[in-house]
């Protein structure tokens, strides 16, 4: 039969109180199969310290949860114990999914406690299923909201500790790369080694950041800020670095600079890579490489005096449109085949014939004293996708 709620409330209370005074066995008792089934290699079990904070903080956590028995309270207990025990795990290195199990340990173990006081508390067997079922259902809802609570604190203080760290090795890298100081040691990387930097935003960083988390030791990934990191890798090809950043989105932007040793090449690496950035960024291309891109770079770093270039050299040629972008390709495609007019257009796939027409058609829009052969045009056909 069911019993009233006034006597449903005392009874509950005598069980809450009888609990009570096992408090420290109870304590006890959770806490070692916790450090025994859930967090065997935890700080949090094996150094002292931290262990009796994490007793205490848990008697306190307990004693909340049976003074709300008592009062008869259904409000969930949002207890700083709980929110204390998050960030003590996050800080020593405890997985979230090992403090989790940890409840879940003890979710077991207090409704085992709590079967043993319904009957020490001389509860009547007619009445100690309804008393139980109770003192369960309260703790099961107490511990599914600690659960959350946990796991949001869990989170903030990671997130926190990942702010914190990435701002002090920034600090530390940008007073490598000031020449002008003499810090040439990281606690974190090697600068002894080869170095392939990076520069990525969007997706790609992402990806990056990744990629230098499954190199830990012989990588550093940073976050300039909420959307741009910088990265160096030791001993890994640039090819290898760019099919990685790459590899799950087209999307972003990502500069790579050239392999280069020491404190000196992970200066110049990283020079290299943010000057192929901002040709990603300016042409459109999802990765450039600097070796490949360094004329481009050039051109960047004055966009009027490349402009002027172009326009100098290629005169009518750099005018925007189908025909002339058509033309233009014809044209680094026959230097690029030491203007033998056969190779053009096999790599063209059209006939000699066709590309002797272009080409015709290209020395009609080129200023009247260029030169084929001149460094200079070939300079400006590079630069022309930039300032066209």
């Not at 290699?41 to 008697?59: C, Q």
């Not at 790579?256 to 291309?285: C, K, L, N």
């Not at 000699?352 to 080409?359: D, G, I, T």
């Amino acid at each position: 039969m069911t019993h009233g709620t006034a006597t449903l409330t005392r009874q509950v209370a005598d069980v809450a109180e009888c609990l009570s005074g096992h408090l420290p066995m109870v304590v006890d008792d959770v806490l070692s199969a916790i450090w025994r089934d859930a967090m065997p290699d935890s700080l949090l079990g094996k150094d002292p310290a931290l262990s009796a904070v994490v007793r205490s903080e848990t008697t306190m956590l307990l004693t909340r949860f049976l003074h709300s028995l008592v009062r008869g309270q259904d409000e969930p207990i949002r207890s700083l114990e709980s929110r204390h025990i998050a960030r003590l795990a996050a800080r020593h290195e405890t997985t979230l999914s090992d403090v989790i199990s940890g409840f879940r340990i003890a979710h077991r173990m207090l409704e085992e406690a709590l079967f043993e006081a319904v009957h020490e508390a001389g509860i009547p067997p007619g009445d100690s299923l309804e008393v139980l079922r109770h003192c369960c259902r309260q703790l099961f809802r107490q511990i599914e909201t600690l659960v959350e609570i946990v796991t949001a604190e869990y989170a903030h203080e990671t997130e926190s500790r990942d702010i914190d760290q990435n701002a002090r090795r920034l600090h530390a890298v940008k007073s490598v790369l000031n020449e002008r100081r003499s810090l040439t040691v990281l606690p974190f990387y090697d600068l002894e080694a080869e170095h392939v930097a990076a520069v990525a935003r969007g997706a790609t960083a992402v990806a990056l950041a990744a990629f230098a988390h499954r190199h830990e030791g012989g990588a550093v990934c940073l976050r300039l800020d909420r959307s741009v990191v910088w990265a160096w890798f030791s001993a890994v090809d640039p090819v290898d670095v760019r099919k990685a950043a790459l590899e799950r989105s087209g999307r972003g932007w990502l500069g790579i600079g050239e392999p280069g040793d020491g404190v000196a090449g992970f200066r110049r690496s990283h020079t290299e890579a943010r000057a192929a950035y901002r040709v990603s960024q300016w042409t459109g291309a999802v990765a450039a490489r600097f070796g490949e891109v360094s004329v481009e770079s050039i051109g960047l770093a004055d966009v009027d005096v490349a402009r002027a270039v172009v326009h100098r050299h290629l005169g009518r040629l750099a005018t925007e449109g189908n025909r002339e972008d058509a033309l233009r390709h014809t044209l680094e495609v026959y230097l690029a085949s030491q203007q033998i007019t056969r190779h053009a257009a096999a790599k063209l796939g059209l006939t000699e014939r066709a590309v002797a027409n272009r080409l015709q058609a290209v020395r009609r829009l080129l200023p009247p004293d260029a030169q084929l052969s001149s460094p200079e045009l070939a300079l400006a056909l590079r630069l022309c996708p930039l300032v066209g």
